[in-house]
């Protein structure tokens, strides 16, 4: 599976972005999505997760009610639509893809896209 994240750009705080990440391959829709962002000098985090079978999703406690996640398996494309955003928000975000375990830790991801940068001012 190869992952293409886009949709990134600078916005002033308050402000809302859709992530993309497309996906080439067979089989999208049999992996767990995810994304996760890294912000300068600091750990890569998780973000947000898209379960394949059940499309059931999770967040981190830091973009809930803010951020959701959806894919549309038919376009092999899953989102992250932003809302609200927040200075802290600013990192290069990334999406993977997993074929199972946790989705919280990032080494259950085998694809990763290149990274979009998302810049919020305050």
């Known amino acids: 599976v190869q992952l293409q994240a886009s949709g990134g750009g600078l916005v002033q705080a308050g402000g809302s972005l859709r992530l993309s990440c497309a996906a080439s391959g067979r089989s999208f829709s049999n992996y767990n999505m995810g994304w996760f962002r890294q912000a300068p000098g600091k750990e890569r985090e998780f973000v947000a997760a898209?379960?394949?079978?059940?499309?059931?999703?999770d967040y981190a406690d830091s973009v809930k009610g803010r951020f959701t996640i959806s894919r549309d398996n038919a376009k092999n494309t899953m989102y992250l639509q932003m809302n609200s955003l927040k200075p802290e928000d600013t990192a290069v975000y990334y999406c993977?893809?997993?074929?199972?375990?946790?989705?919280?830790?990032?080494?259950?991801?085998?694809?990763w896209g290149q990274g979009t940068q998302v810049t919020v001012s305050s």
């Open positions: 993977a893809a997993s074929r199972g375990g946790s989705v919280f830790w990032e080494l259950n991801y085998s694809y």
């Open positions: 898209i379960r394949s079978s059940s499309g059931s999703t």
